[in-house]
């Protein structure tokens, strides 16, 4: 019996801490963003203040997407897995999930009124706007058998080219395009829009050497972003005398540079701290169930009503979805033939 509890012991020790930290925090923080919506979405009918402090936790966790995308690359480009073995393990992974919560949300949401929509709408409004992200990851795993074979083989110039291109076309134009009012267009899907994160990741975990230098940098970059995030929302929405959320978009030049520089800080911070057993396997836990918690909190929170007061409200809201979430998934994990489907 001690020999089984040492040996697990020793898998969970060695198991690297910082992939799992990063997914931990970034579905913890996507369920921020949810919560603390609630509020940002009530300009004019929330005091500002109380509006203020929801705007400053949603622009805090505007760095949860893109942290996923970015540990997704770091993983994966790497690998050398063959092209049946990727797709096969990342059909499994996704497509079962995704078909099971997307089917409980569809009835849901339309129980009442079924018969009154076309099941194309259905499928568009419960599959893919719920769930929006799902496209997105699907379209940057279908082509990653292929641009893995550039990003592992291209040098830092080549890469650095890339992410230029990416740059431009992704952010810097539709964040002028926002601000200004301007009309510069490209085609550009939503595998794209994302696949710089996705390949920065790879390159900041396996390219790159982070020196000290490089963390004050980030750490500066990042509250700037931050602030500006903060700040500029307020300012354009007082504005137009309406929530604008441009500055929000994962794709904006100040979250995608709060995000770049925050994965470099926490992949450093957690690559070398020291944690005792106990918390590294509650980390683990939570990790191994953290695709189910991103799924299944889009229904929780639906039925989750956020009261006055946010500054206490939108943290403690967060806390209960997530930890309720998190048993969740675990006990209907332990159901045999929901083992594989629940995420």
């Not at 990741?201 to 390219?207: C, D, T």
């Not at 944690?275 to 909190?297: A, D, E, P, R």
């Not at 979805?321 to 994990?333: A, V």
């Amino acid at each position: 019996m001690n020999n089984k509890i040492t040996n697990k012991k020793k898998r969970v020790i060695k198991r690297i801490l910082w992939p799992d930290a990063i997914r931990v925090i970034s579905v913890f923080l996507v369920i921020l963003i949810h919560t603390s919506a609630k509020v940002v979405l009530s300009w004019g009918q929330v005091n500002t203040s109380e509006w203020i402090i929801g705007n400053i936790f949603d622009s805090f966790a505007r760095i949860a997407v893109p942290l996923f995308v970015l540990l997704s690359g770091s993983l994966l480009l790497h690998k050398k897995d063959n092209l049946k073995t990727f797709l096969k393990k990342r059909t499994s992974r996704i497509l079962f999930p995704w078909l099971f919560w997307g089917t409980i949300l569809l009835f849901l949401n339309n129980f009442s009124v079924f018969g009154n929509k076309s099941l194309k709408l259905l499928l568009i409004e419960n599959f893919l706007s719920g769930f929006w992200f799902m496209p997105m990851i699907t379209g940057i795993y279908i082509i990653t058998p292929i641009i893995k074979k550039f990003v592992v083989n291209a040098t830092k110039k080549e890469l650095k080219y890339f992410f230029g291109i990416w740059f431009v076309l992704a952010s810097l134009v539709p964040t002028l395009n926002n601000i200004f009012d301007l009309d510069i267009s490209f085609i550009n899907p939503s595998w794209f829009a994302y696949l710089g994160y996705f390949v920065g990741g790879y390159y900041i975990v396996h390219k790159s050497k982070i020196s000290k230098q490089h963390l004050r940098q980030s750490k500066l970059i990042f509250i700037i972003c931050l602030m500006l995030t903060i700040f500029g929302t307020y300012l354009l929405s007082n504005k137009n005398n309406q929530f604008s959320g441009y500055l929000y978009e994962y794709l904006s030049v100040n979250v995608l540079l709060m995000s770049f520089s925050s994965f470099i800080l926490l992949f450093n911070y957690f690559k070398k701290v020291k944690i005792n057993y106990k918390l590294t396997k509650y980390i683990n836990f939570i990790s191994k169930n953290s695709f189910g918690i991103l799924l299944s909190h889009i229904i929780i929170i639906k039925i989750f009503s956020l009261q006055p007061y946010p500054l206490i409200t939108i943290p403690l809201s967060t806390i209960v979805i997530f930890s309720f979430t998190l048993f969740l998934i675990s006990g209907l994990k332990k159901v045999s033939f929901l083992k594989n489907v629940v995420g």
